[in-house]
């Protein structure tokens, strides 16, 4: 294995020293994004295509070169830091980057060289969870999409990153935000709301990307029927410990209880062209972990939910955790790929959980194919939370919070960051409160107990673990699969930015950035050599160290 050290390189010697011109801008059309995947020369959005799956057919950064892996450029995006979670965007020889607070950067992708920037001025004090996370944005028909913390989506000239339109998307001072990286589907600019913890009600919307009108809004929390099943169990079987006369009894003097329901959408959703279907990931309902005051199965919280792409309207839905208060969300984005069920190829959706398994789904019905291994450890599970506390794993955070997978075709494996986070549960209900954190509880890390992060290679096709590593610190950041053999991952707090073999699971190669690699990275070409960006900045949740910096990687030149 060879490490690199970002210090030792020195940036200096990394940064473009004389200006160049800057390549032509290329309109992204339908065309593009529905070919991404073949696409080894650009990443078109968040999840490198439609079906998320964060895999590039390009070979040429291998197994048997990797070792050869140092950085070529690095940008410094400028201030204000603060958790750095965005991948970048690559059309042609130019980069489209965000950062904390929405703003966006343009760079020439050859060299770092910045073409132009949009500084975000936000019209109200935002009200939001989980530090000031912008996760990436979308590019297509002469724009450049961001969603912002305080709740607009803009719309940015590709070319200039000058406002074409900007439109406020719900409330900021309610608590209603958004750090979605959008996704862009035949005309229309789909996003989902951030702020489940201040009692807001979720939904997604799809706005026509020329002018920013909003096409059609789908609720995430429903006005009916937000009580579901009352089921007793997850739909695999696990006693959720529920008192079900009581809430029942209970729920006609908290009917209105959908109105904050939560059900945050907090990243991109994956998308089938084939049946125009858009899968959303659904998270906690509010208050978090109070679920006295919100009785039932609380639908869709914590859910896979299939929505028409052209009305959106509802196809179906899985509830993995039915009235949660445990803040297990279903956050980390869905991803499509092709399973074996029966004896016979079936089109599959997969979710890696909070609860610690990798879901495999019928894209068509939404059933359940089958449940991972568990890939973090499990630990009185589904307790409920009590005044004195009761200790449960996985903890708040997961399992897989919202990193995105890997999945290669390869392999047939998904890739999946994972945490271990031991956590007392105490209860302390509280009202509501427009605009103040409404968790109805605490969850409080447990002294003394050792917390550290799995990165492990999921068989679709069985459900078993084929390799797992386990890191120093818990895992927030996502992964990146490669036709080379190679499976690259950040994730943890000490700055480390990792390449695996995707076969095996051996250690290759390692860079360190000097901040928390907690983004997803991604692969482009330029002048026919593959390269590899990856953003160091920390993450608020973890306090893992912050910086600004993307860093692009590629073989020595010839």
């Known amino acids: 294995m060879r490490t690199w050290s970002a210090l030792a390189v020195g940036l200096g010697l990394l940064v473009a020293l004389a200006p160049v011109e800057a390549p032509a801008q290329t309109m992204v059309t339908d065309q593009h994004l529905l070919g991404a995947a073949d696409n080894t020369a650009n990443w078109y959005t968040y999840g490198g295509n439609y079906a998320n799956t964060r895999y590039t057919k390009s070979n040429k950064i291998s197994t048997a070169n990797v070792k050869s892996l140092a950085p070529r ?5 400028g201030g204000p830091i603060g958790s750095f979670e ?3 965007v690559v059309v042609d020889g130019m980069m489209y980057i965000s950062t904390p607070f929405a703003n966006v950067i343009a760079v020439d992708a050859r060299t770092g060289q910045k073409l132009w920037r949009y500084d975000h001025k936000q019209s109200a004090n935002p009200i939001i969870c989980c530090g000031p996370n912008n996760r990436g944005v979308a590019v297509a028909y002469g724009k450049v999409f961001v969603a912002t913390l305080d709740a607009h989506l803009v719309a940015l000239d590709q070319r200039t990153g000058k406002v074409v339109w900007d439109t406020e998307v719900d409330d900021p001072t309610a608590g209603y935000s958004l750090t979605i990286a959008p996704q862009v589907y035949k005309g229309k600019v789909i996003i989902g709301n951030s702020g489940a913890e201040y009692g807001v009600r979720g939904f997604v919307d799809a706005y026509n990307a020329d002018n920013g009108q909003r096409a059609w809004r789908f609720w ?5 029927g937000w009580e579901g099943k009352w089921s007793a169990t997850t739909p695999e079987g696990e006693k959720l410990n529920r008192e079900l006369n009581k809430e029942k009894a209970d729920f006609a003097k908290y009917g209105d209880s959908w109105q904050r329901g939560g059900g945050s959408t907090w990243t991109t959703p994956a998308v089938d062209p084939e049946t125009d279907t858009i899968f959303i990931m659904v998270g906690n309902p509010s208050p978090d972990l109070d679920g006295e005051v919100r009785p039932g199965d609380n639908l869709f919280t914590e859910s896979m939910v299939a929505i ?25 984005p869905a991803v499509l790929f092709e399973t074996t069920a029966d004896g016979r190829r079936v089109k599959a959706v997969g979710h890696a959980g909070k609860t610690g398994w990798f879901y495999v789904h019928d894209r068509a019905s939404g059933k359940l194919i089958r449940r991972s291994q568990a890939f973090v450890p499990q630990e009185n599970m589904f307790a409920q939370p009590t005044p004195t506390g009761v200790r449960m794993l996985p903890g708040a955070n997961g399992g897989s919070e919202w990193s995105p997978v890997a999945y290669s075709p390869q392999t047939e494996m998904v890739y999946v960051s994972g945490l271990h986070q031991p956590m007392w549960y105490i209860t302390h209900s509280a009202p509501f409160d427009r605009g103040k954190l409404w968790l109805g509880s605490a969850f409080v890390a447990i002294p003394g107990e050792p917390q550290w992060g799995t990165f492990s290679a999921i068989d679709v096709n069985t459900g078993k673990i084929a390799w797992q590593k386990k890191l120093p610190d818990p895992l927030i950041g996502g992964a990146l699969a490669t036709a080379g053999g190679l499976v690259f991952a950040g994730g943890d707090g000490t700055g480390n930015f990792y390449a695996y073999d995707a076969r095996t699971g051996q250690d290759l190669w390692r860079f ?6 907690n983004a997803a990275p991604m692969s482009f ?3 026919g050599e593959q390269f590899i960006a990856v953003a160091s900045g920390g993450n608020f ?3 893992f160290p912050y910086g600004n910096s993307i860093y692009v990687l590629g073989l020595p030149k010839k």
């Open 220 to 224: 995430t929390i429903p006005d009916t």
């Open 73 to 77: 450029w690095v940008v410094q995006t």
């Open 512 to 517: 360190q950035t000097g901040a928390g690699v």
């Open 308 to 332: 028409d792409a052209g009305k959106g309207t509802y196809k179906w839905h899985y509830q993995y955790v039915p009235h949660d208060v445990w803040d297990l969300d279903a956050v980390s």
């Open 86 to 88: 965005n991948t970048p």
């Open 525 to 527: 070409e330029v002048d």
């Open 541 to 543: 949740q973890l306090r």
